[in-house]
């Protein structure tokens, strides 16, 4: 069964040696990347997104680590957005999109095949086009002749899972002045502090007793996690979080969202992963003189990551009952054994709570992923699957 000491969290020299692509550093620099993307938009031209003109509707593609930015856009353009906002990972591009529509096109590379030839296929058709990724790329190219807006990522930027507000930051500043989304130029100066305050909290010289990121990865490390939010704004972090955890800390995961996942996560503590399958750990839980050699290695528990939102100010019978729900369900976690991790955003504008339960996640995989000896950034079964699977495309 993995296990992960606290020791080997707190030895620099040895996370250093691991993260090969110094993963920490580059999500360290979060904030950075905010403030970075918000002068490239501005140089970008991102006023002159869709003309100018609200469009029909929008259609993001993206994949991979890069799929979050549809995710975000989508849940925070719900409550409002006068049009509707969809995603696409690769093709077709649905038949109704137009000359009125908007599709953005999001690839930290610019050369992803899926978000390429969707917004080749928006060109052809007469849509505009917002695409944000490398500016040397194919991706760039092709926006800039069919006279789109296309928006840099800047330099050192080479993963996806690491370089998330690089590309997030052009399309919330677009969905706003679209109105699609209520993101002001305002806010973003708040969002970058948040992430800010995120990477000193969870820096690696950071002891594991007061690094949230670390204690949460101890506590993680023989389990089988799921991924929970008690709302669809937690609920986009959850789903983020049980990628990166699978991704990064190459451990499975499931996510899901309250209320609607509420049953499917409270069944599984009736199941093999829980003391005493569901029982309790004083009836039938683990023996703690078990010999692994003679009795078999401990199989995992379970465990649960609970993404809270911070709390209203003024509650009304909705958010009420929505904490209420989260409240029951951590309680009968914690009576069925489940090892549960429980962390709640602070307040502030919904997508500064929204970045701070994402940075969250991001950090707990990777340090999960160094616990467990691995290396974050690389997997050498990914690796093999690109070379076994190159010129297929």
């Not at 996806?160 to 100066?189: H, Y």
């Not at 609607?260 to 093999?272: E, I, L, M, N, T």
Request: glycine share 10%; hydrophobic share 45%.
């Amino acid at each position: 069964m993995p296990y992960i000491e606290e020791a080997a969290l707190d030895d620099a020299d040895q996370l250093r040696r691991l993260d090969s692509r110094d993963t920490l550093r580059a999500l360290a620099t979060a904030g950075a990347q905010v403030r970075e993307a918000v002068t490239l938009s501005q140089e970008g031209g991102v006023e002159r997104v869709a003309y100018g003109e609200r469009p029909r509707s929008v259609l993001v593609a993206a994949l991979g680590g890069s799929s979050v930015v549809a995710d975000v856009l989508d849940v925070l353009a719900e409550p409002g957005s006068p049009v509707p906002v969809t995603v696409r990972r690769n093709l077709p591009l649905p038949g109704w999109v137009g000359p009125l529509d908007l599709v953005i096109a999001v690839s930290l590379s610019g050369r992803a095949a899926g978000p390429l030839a969707l917004a080749a296929e928006a060109a052809r058709r007469g849509a505009a086009l917002l695409t944000v990724g490398a500016d040397d790329s194919p991706l760039a190219d092709l926006c800039r002749r069919h006279r789109g807006v296309h928006i840099g990522v800047g330099r050192d930027r080479t993963s996806s899972r690491t370089s998330l507000w690089s590309l997030l930051t052009p399309v919330l500043m677009a969905g706003d002045r679209l109105g699609l989304i209520d993101v002001p130029e305002s806010a973003l100066p708040e969002l970058a502090q948040r992430l800010d305050e995120q990477a000193e909290a969870c820096r690696p010289s950071s002891e594991s007793f007061v690094n949230p990121a670390k204690l949460a990865a101890v506590r993680l490390g023989a389990t089988v996690p799921m991924t929970l939010g008690e709302n669809a704004l937690t609920g986009v972090a959850a789903m983020r979080a049980a990628a990166m955890l699978a991704r990064t800390a190459r451990i499975p995961s499931t996510w899901g969202e309250l209320p609607d996942a509420a049953s499917q996560v409270v069944a599984c503590f009736d199941g093999p992963f829980t003391a005493g399958g569901g029982k309790g750990a004083m009836q039938g839980g683990s023996d703690i003189f078990a010999d692994p050699f003679l009795d078999a290695p401990a199989q995992p528990s379970l465990g649960l990551v609970m993404l809270r939102d911070a709390e209203p100010d003024n509650p009304d019978p909705a958010s009420e009952q929505e904490r209420a729900l989260g409240d029951a369900l951590l309680e009968t976690a914690r009576e069925a054994g489940v090892t549960v991790v429980e962390q709640a955003a602070a307040p502030g504008h919904p997508v500064v709570r929204l970045a701070e339960l994402l940075s969250f996640g991001d950090y707990v995989a990777t340090y999960l992923a160094l616990g467990l000896g691995l290396d974050p950034s690389v997997s050498p079964h990914v690796a093999d699957l690109r070379d076994r699977t190159e010129g297929l495309a």
